[in-house]
């Protein structure tokens, strides 16, 4: 399930720096959103969730934030770890139906 | 592990072929989606199935179809193979019948055609 290959943007941070993933989303009517993030060999894995009645929401380490105005997620990791390093994906739900991918970010963590 | 299992998790085959993808899902869990992961696609929608029904469809080829049998588990078969299907094919299950919620994701079938 590698997605190494993939022609992503890539971020690089520094361990114990905060990381900043974003995200611009396609549909205005969509209510719901998703982070994934999808080690090498391995499948997408679900980090956090917001609905569109929030603009903010924290995980451990992780807060989402959802900007409406201007149809734009992003992810923020606190003290990032090598463990981190991945590709982010989010997610958007339309109509209840389909959950759409962005195209991913791949975050780097050097020590 | 996500309880998810794909098989099988590497394929090779020729143009022209038709090849299936095997999903077991989540104990419980009744829906079953399928994405496929290309180089310059990102990850893809292609279908949806909630207890043995269609349940939402997206960029899936005619040439692709799936299926959800009784006891939940899904495939997906893919026909007339191109060079340009060569990709990472992705199952996940949910409980719930709508898109919300977390899926939980197989680690894939990487599928190539020569």
């Known amino acids: 399930g590698e997605s190494v290959g993939l022609h992503l943007p890539t971020l690089s941070v520094q361990e114990g720096d905060n990381s900043i993933i974003n995200c611009a989303y396609s549909n205005s009517a969509s209510d719901y959103f998703i982070w994934y993030k999808q080690e090498s060999g391995k499948g997408p894995q679900f980090i956090i969730d917001?609905?569109?009645?929030?603009d903010k929401r924290q995980g451990q380490r992780v807060t989402v934030l959802l900007n409406k105005t201007v149809k734009h997620l992003s992810l923020q990791i606190a003290a990032t770890q090598p463990g981190d390093s991945a590709v982010y994906f989010c997610?958007?739900?339309?109509?209840?139906?389909?959950?759409?991918f962005g195209t991913g970010t791949r975050l780097q963590v050097f020590p | 592990d996500s309880g998810v299992t794909q098989t099988p998790k590497h394929l090779i085959t020729a143009t022209g072929q038709r090849v299936t993808l095997r999903c077991s899902p989540r104990s419980g869990d009744l829906s079953v989606y399928w994405y496929q992961q290309s180089l310059d696609q990102g990850l893809q929608f292609l279908i949806q199935y909630y207890n043995g029904e269609e349940r939402a469809k997206g960029n899936i080829l005619e040439r692709f179809s799936a299926q959800q049998f009784p006891d939940l588990h899904s495939e997906l078969n893919l026909s007339s193979l191109e060079l340009g299907d060569s990709a990472l094919y992705f199952c996940?299950?949910?409980?719930?019948?709508?898109?919300?919620?977390?899926?939980?994701f197989g680690e894939g079938s990487r599928l190539t055609v020569l």
């Open positions: 917001i609905r569109s009645n929030m």
């Open positions: 996940a299950s949910s409980d719930g019948w709508g898109s919300t919620g977390e899926l939980f």
């Open positions: 997610a958007e739900n339309i109509d209840t139906d389909k959950l759409i």
